[in-house]
């Protein structure tokens, strides 16, 4: 039997609407992507995602305002960044949505509504994070990053949590803390970065700061080391002590000899001639190693003195 298509348009319709008595609905009532065609111009329109399941949103830039319900309901909205400073917002177009964290710039109008409304803010400019190494980090050496430009405009206390990572991997996490300068020495060679959180009456924010490469051996400047003339061989260094942001150093291998030895000092008592290395290992000395010049001669020299004039 054939159906003209008058009545089977009928047909269509009344299984339609049986099918939405029954409770299987075709389409959902709530969307649960976001729509593409709710931005019209600079607007996001009244009740644009009321209800809807979105976790994160991303405003764009052209937007200049968001009207009345336009986020309203949205229990699943956890983050929503708003990368501008002036964007008009209605009273009422985040109700319903209090699990929502906004990500904006400081004292902007997204700022000043989430303040208003008690909701929960991270700064974009909160602050920044300097360190004094950048490409000479060294297992030994500390590293130390400073926070500046913290809650600029603000006057008000802060406190720090810093944590070390070492190839991804964290590895000290320190108490928090108001002071803004952190430093950690390395104890093993690979990349370490530093995660700078803020918390205080306005905001929880947080920095990630970029890695630096940090060497097994500290190796600086270059020395013939091997009878090859050809070509120098980079110099090792052991370091021994760092205080002051000043490390004490000794290469591995001594590197060249001479006769390190000042007569001035004796006066001053700031060594012993007798110990010294002219003093005990040569009967004729010269001032330095190399070359032996005949004007550079000393005389009259003992182990026990130096005569005052040298």
Same mark, same amino acid.
């Given at each position: 039997? %054939? !159906? ?10 009344? =299984?339609?609407?049986?099918?939405l =008595? ?46 009345? @319900?336009?986020?309203?309901n949205?229990?699943? =909205? ?6 501008? %400073? ?19 710039? !400081? ?6 509504f989430?303040r ?8 974009y ?6 360190c ?17 430009d913290?809650m ?5 206390e802060?406190e ?16 928090? #803390? ?6 950690y020495?390395?104890t093993? @060679?690979?990349?370490? /970065?530093? #995660? ?5 009456? !306005?905001?929880?924010?947080?920095v990630?700061c ?8 500290l ?10 003339? /050809?070509a ?11 205080a ?5 150093? =000794? ?5 060249? %000899? @001479? ?14 001639w ?9 009967s004729?000395?010269?001032w330095g190693?190399m070359?032996? &010049? ?7 020299l003992?182990?026990? &003195? ?5």
């Amino acid at each position: 039997m %054939r !159906l003209s298509k008058c009545t089977a348009a009928r047909l269509f319709c009344i =299984l339609f609407a049986f099918t939405l =008595l029954s409770g299987c609905a075709l389409i959902p009532a709530t969307p649960t992507t976001i729509p593409t065609d709710v931005i019209a111009e600079s607007i996001i329109g009244k009740d644009a995602y009321n209800g809807s399941d979105i976790q994160e949103f991303a405003l764009d830039g052209i937007v200049e305002r968001i009207e009345e @319900g336009a986020f309203a309901n949205c229990q699943n =909205l956890r983050r929503f960044d708003c990368s501008s %400073r002036k964007v008009s917002i209605h009273e009422n177009a985040f109700s319903g949505s209090e699990n929502v964290v906004f990500y904006c710039y !400081l004292d902007s109008t997204m700022d000043l509504f989430a303040r208003a409304h008690g909701y929960a803010r991270v700064y974009y400019d909160a602050f920044s994070v300097r360190c004094d190494t950048v490409n000479n980090g060294c297992v030994g050496l500390p590293i130390t990053w400073t926070v500046v430009d913290v809650m600029p405009g603000q006057q008000i206390e802060s406190e720090f949590v810093y944590t070390v990572f070492m190839n991804d991997e964290p590895v000290f996490t320190s108490k928090p #803390t108001t002071e803004e300068s952190f430093c950690y020495t390395p104890t093993e @060679g690979g990349m370490c /970065a530093v #995660t700078v959180n803020i918390s205080n009456e !306005l905001t929880q924010s947080s920095v990630n700061c970029e890695a630096v490469p940090v060497a097994d051996r500290l190796l600086m400047g270059y020395y013939e080391q091997d009878n090859d003339p /050809a070509a120098a061989e980079p110099i090792e260094w052991r370091i021994l002590t760092v205080a002051d942001g000043k490390a004490f150093v =000794l290469s591995e291998k001594i590197l060249n %000899r @001479g006769s390190y030895f000042n007569p001035e000092w004796i006066k001053f008592k700031y060594t012993y001639w007798a110990h010294s290395y002219i003093a005990v290992a040569n009967s004729v000395n010269y001032w330095g190693s190399m070359p032996i &010049s005949p004007d550079r001669k000393m005389t009259g020299l003992t182990p026990e &003195s130096v005569p005052l004039e040298w």
